[in-house]
């Protein structure tokens, strides 16, 4: 039983902010690679950032110099600090977690999806 819950998104302006967060709870051995990805209607999916449990990431180009992900291994968290949004940014954006819950097995585990919309 592990859950991934998100929180914050919404609605944004051209060049505002917005910081969406995730949680990553239950039988949990070991969280490694948590990431953003987003999906912009009519396209499909795409990974916009990635952290490692160290702390390496990995951003989509389009994001890189905009967009932070951070995380707490502590408390199973990661937040994404979108800045200088633009109106290609809009879509809904999912949080996954690359868990263990034992020593031998991982798994991908999706949180619910929340919408962002950068209005034009």
């Known amino acids: 039983q592990v859950h991934v819950v998100q929180s914050g998104g919404g609605l944004g302006q051209p060049g505002g902010s917005l910081r969406p967060s995730c949680v990553a709870s239950?039988?949990?051995?070991?969280?490694?690679?948590m990431s953003w990805y987003r999906r912009e209607t009519g396209k499909q999916r795409e990974l916009v950032a990635t952290?490692?449990?160290?702390?390496?990431?990995i951003y989509e180009d389009s994001v890189k110099e905009r967009f932070t992900i951070s995380r707490d291994n502590a408390k199973n968290t990661v937040d994404l600090q979108m800045m200088r949004l633009k109106p290609e940014d809009t879509g809904v954006y999912y949080c996954?977690?690359?868990?263990?819950?034992?020593?031998?097995?991982?798994?991908?585990?999706w949180g619910q999806g929340t919408q962002v919309t950068v209005f034009t």
């Open positions: 952290i490692t449990r160290s702390g390496s990431t």
């Open positions: 239950g039988d949990i051995f070991k969280v490694n690679d």
């Open positions: 996954k977690a690359d868990v263990q819950t034992g020593p031998n097995h991982e798994y991908e585990y």
